[in-house]
């Protein structure tokens, strides 16, 4: 079997777990999870990282730090993860949608503005499988509405926007908004098995974040709470991970565009696959690699993820969208609304192998696979 996806924890990983066990640094408190917060913070060419326990809190800790509350509305493309409307949710807050633009299948941002109303207070731009949202746009309704900019850069680190808007310049994703947030899941280019961080240039909204990580501690009066936190907190254990997995990150990026080049120069010549192009704003980092099957072909992406993994190859299916979610719809969410390109992604789309234990030769296994199976040949 080629498997969708492998860590790869071939660096100091080990020697730093064992540091952590050694001293007894195994809680929050230990030095690795200021380290991993500073490293990545100017990784990503941020002043402040705020590491928590996964990506999923790390939106919710970052729209808190925003200030987004009880009634305000959050823009966010249908075609995402869940995690995108429960940060929202929890926090009393409404997700509000739009659909993906269909080449890259990142939120279209010319539909935007027909959804922003009095109570919208953020925009949340969700990166796609390595490649940014074109975020000209966003930048320009932001100033327009004063609405914050949310990143969730989970998908993309290392990945760049070229910004007219901004000065004519590469800007790196997680640097662009008000705030963003990321997770270092075991899928994603740097892991910490669970985990996820908070970025931003600034110093309160970091604040605000560490504050809800914590479960709102007053820092002069402990045990004394006027605002309901939760505990969100990383470990030194998955900091010393992430500090030796980002020493590799480089690396690691470069092997997923060259995986990630490499599969769409094969898949050029086969009939009936789309694969996500690059635009010329994007600098993509290829997380995982996305492929759409033309209907033409009579075959759903169901089906052909089935024939592949009858034939050794793992897969997996894109993101079935938010309002098409029964827990959502049965909160009154999103009634009567359609997004068809998300719906059209989620029916024709799934991601193929992409981690960074894959060689050239499995990739050159893939593609043949995948051409086999569309034309309906058996080998
Ligand atoms: C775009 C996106 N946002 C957020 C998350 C949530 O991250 P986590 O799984 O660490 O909670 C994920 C998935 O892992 C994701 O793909």
């Known amino acids: 079997m080629i498997p969708v996806n492998e860590p790869l924890l071939d660096g100091n990983e080990k020697k730093y777990l064992l540091e952590c066990i050694d001293t007894g640094w195994i809680s929050s408190e230990g030095p690795f999870v200021k380290q991993f917060e500073g490293g990545f913070a100017s990784f990503t060419g941020v002043s402040h990282g705020v590491a928590v326990c996964n990506g999923t809190a790390a939106l919710e800790a970052a729209l808190y730090a925003l200030g987004v509350g009880e009634g305000d509305e959050v823009i966010m493309p249908s075609f995402t993860i869940i995690s995108c409307a429960t940060a929202c949710l929890r926090l009393g807050a409404k997700p509000v949608l739009v659909d993906i633009e269909p080449e890259t299948w990142t939120m279209d941002v010319s539909q935007i503005e027909s959804k922003i109303t009095p109570k919208t207070k953020a925009i949340m731009a969700v990166h796609i499988y390595g490649h940014p ?19 969730d850069a989970a998908e993309v680190h290392g990945a760049e926007y070229f910004s007219r808007e901004k000065g004519g310049r590469w800007l790196k994703c997680g640097a662009m908004g008000h705030a963003s947030a990321t997770s270092f899941y075991a899928n994603k280019i740097i892991t910490t098995g669970e985990g996820g961080m908070v970025l931003t240039n600034d110093e309160e909204v970091a604040e605000r974040a560490r504050s809800y990580r914590n479960l709102c501690f007053r820092a002069e009066k402990r045990f004394y709470h006027t605002e309901l936190g939760y505990n969100f907190r990383m470990t030194n254990l998955q900091a010393a991970v992430g500090v030796a997995q980002l020493e590799q990150l480089d690396r690691f990026l470069k092997i997923k565009v ?13 009939e009936g696959i789309r694969f996500m192009p690059v635009k010329e704003f994007a600098r993509s980092v290829y997380w995982m690699y996305g492929v759409e099957l033309d ?11 089935n024939r592949l993994k009858q034939r050794g190859i793992g897969t997996r299916p894109f993101f079935r969208g938010l309002h098409d979610q029964p827990v959502l719809r049965e909160r009154g969410l999103f009634a009567g609304q359609e997004y068809p390109r998300t719906d059209f992604a989620y029916r024709y789309g799934f991601y193929l192998p992409s981690g960074l234990t894959l060689t050239e030769e499995m990739v050159d296994r893939v593609v043949t696979i995948v051409g086999e199976e569309m034309r309906g040949e058996k080998s």
Do not use: Q
């Open 133 to 151: 949202v074109d975020m000209d746009g966003i930048f320009r309704l932001s100033e327009k509405y004063g609405l914050k900019v949310l990143e």
């Open 295 to 305: 209907p033409a072909a009579g075959v759903t992406a169901e089906e052909m993820m």
């Open 258 to 270: 060259t995986i990630g080049e490499y599969y769409s120069k094969m898949f050029s010549g086969i």
